[in-house]
């Protein structure tokens, strides 16, 4: 074990979450530094304290089950045009077909299909590629279809810490104005 001072802890814990592409879990700090899970634990909302008061550019955010460094949202403008290069994006029916998932998950295509009233393989093809779903089983019945369901990728895309932070259908369809149909009324999203 390196030995350090204590008020450099933090440091050590900021320098991981700095070089990490993936968010890092409690434990996975603890096994990589030797510090103590609790202690970890105190350490990060240091750190997020310290960067929430300093208003620093970045901030400490949990995501995914586990927490990363990254840009604050008001920054975004600076940031689009430093990078300047167009990241392709989704089409509407790639985001229908992942709400969908989301919602409804485990899913098989003929059930999303039913569900949009439309083919469904190329948004289903889009968003494997992208890795925002997964195949996660097939279903017993005729034919076994596959079952799809979301990933960690998913919950790092929309930066949310589980499929619990999903706002509820009722809620959108609220805001929007627009009617709720197509979906089973006890339906689980953690499902």
Same mark, same amino acid.
């Given at each position: 074990?390196?030995?350090?001072?204590?008020?450099?802890?933090?440091?050590?814990?900021?320098?991981?979450?700095?070089?990490?592409?993936?968010?890092? =879990?409690?434990?996975?700090?603890a *096994?990589?530094?030797?510090?103590?899970?609790?202690?970890? $634990?105190?350490?990060?909302?240091?750190?997020?304290?310290?960067?929430?008061? %300093?208003?620093?550019?970045? %901030?400490?955010?949990?995501?995914?089950g586990?927490? +990363?460094?990254s840009?604050?949202?008001?920054?975004?403008?600076? !940031?689009e045009?430093?990078?300047?290069t167009? %990241?392709?994006?989704?089409?509407?029916a790639?985001?229908?077909?992942?709400? !969908?998932?989301?919602?409804? %998950?485990?899913?098989?295509r003929?059930?999303i299909?039913?569900? +949009?009233g439309?083919?469904a393989?190329?948004?289903?093809?889009?968003?494997?590629?992208?890795?925002?779903?997964?195949e996660v089983? +097939?279903?017993?019945?005729?034919? $076994?279809?596959?079952?799809?369901g979301?990933?960690? =990728?998913?919950?790092?895309?929309?930066?949310?810490? =589980?499929?619990?932070?999903?706002?509820?259908? *009722? *809620?959108?369809?609220?805001?929007?104005?627009?009617?709720?149909t197509? +979906?089973?009324?006890?339906?689980?999203?953690?499902?």
């Amino acid at each position: 074990m390196i030995a350090i001072f204590p008020n450099s802890k933090s440091r050590v814990i900021e320098a991981l979450l700095f070089v990490s592409s993936d968010p890092l =879990s409690v434990e996975t700090i603890a *096994e990589a530094t030797g510090f103590a899970a609790e202690e970890v $634990r105190e350490l990060l909302a240091g750190l997020k304290a310290e960067y929430d008061d %300093q208003e620093r550019g970045w %901030q400490l955010e949990e995501v995914a089950g586990g927490f +990363r460094l990254s840009t604050r949202a008001e920054f975004a403008p600076y !940031i689009e045009r430093l990078l300047r290069t167009p %990241q392709p994006g989704l089409s509407n029916a790639a985001l229908e077909t992942l709400a !969908i998932i989301a919602y409804h %998950q485990p899913v098989t295509r003929a059930e999303i299909e039913q569900i +949009r009233g439309v083919k469904a393989d190329r948004s289903l093809a889009t968003l494997l590629g992208k890795g925002l779903i997964q195949e996660v089983g +097939r279903k017993e019945a005729l034919g $076994r279809p596959i079952l799809y369901g979301t990933t960690d =990728s998913f919950l790092r895309h929309f930066g949310l810490r =589980s499929l619990a932070d999903l706002p509820k259908l *009722e *809620e959108v369809f609220l805001q929007e104005e627009l009617p709720l149909t197509g +979906r089973d009324e006890h339906h689980n999203p953690e499902g």
